[in-house]
Each structure stands twice: as C-alpha cells, then as structure tokens.
DNA sequence: TTAGTGACTGTAG
DNA sequence: GCTACAGCCACTA
C-alpha cells in the first residue's frame, strides 16, 4: 500500500523545520509531479481538518509570496506562526526567502 | 459516471 | 518586464 498523493504532501509537511518555508513546487516535485503543485495548495487547504494539524503556514509559492494566507480563518495568523519561528514577512512575502528556504530531503 | 475545481509553475507572446 | 495560457492529478458534487 502506498501512500496517496494526498498523505505524501502532509508527510513532507510535517517534516519542515521550524524557521523554514518551502514551496508547492518544491514538495511536488519531491512526491514526483512537478507540475501537480495545485494538489498540494488543494491537499493543504485539507489539512487544517487533519489531526493533528500540518504546518501549511510554512508552504508558499516560490516567490515566498503567502498566497495560502488566504485560506486560513484570520489573515494574520500565517504570518504570525511565522513571525515567531523567525521569519520576516513583509508585504505577505517571506523575507529572505532563499535563506529560509528548505527542502525536502 | 462526468464535469468542475484548485493555497502553482513554466513557457510563450 | 508583465500578462496570458496550458498542464498537471486527486477529490467532491
């Protein structure tokens, strides 16, 4: 049995360090689709269901830019969690981002 | 079962 | 440099 599309992006989720971001491509591309990385918004955009809950807020596009922001019930609170594990943002956009950016495996 | 949708990305104009 | 379009796969109605 292996895992679905689905549970593969919460594992690579969950596997980002605290005071790291990285971005949809990146995790689609470590499950195998490049190109896929709308499941991975639309897989996150699941996970706030999930229990326990998957640090979506440490995902954004590969501008740095917090397009996911939205889908949260506050706008704020992205930016917030990020804000306390170190990360700038300014404008909705990770400060830095290559410097904060990491990668699955 | 078929059709529609989506927190993106890369290429082309 | 910016805007527009197509592709990608899984899930829900």
């Given amino acids: 049995m292996e895992k679905s599309f689905f549970e593969r992006v919460f594992d ?27 499941m991975v918004g639309w897989a996150l955009n699941k996970s706030e269901i999930l229990d326990p809950p998957i640090p979506a807020h440490r995902v954004v596009n590969r501008n740095g830019l917090l397009t996911g922001k939205i889908h949260f019930a506050n706008r704020n609170t992205m930016v917030e969690l990020l804000k306390s594990e170190g990360i700038s943002i ?10 904060h950016f990491w990668q699955p495996e």
Avoid: M
């Fill in 12 to 38: 690579v989720t969950r596997k980002i360090p605290i005071g790291k971001v990285t971005s949809y491509g990146a995790i689609a591309k470590h499950i195998g689709s490049p190109q896929s990385a709308r």
């Fill in 90 to 99: 300014k404008d909705n956009q990770v400060v830095n981002f290559e410097g």
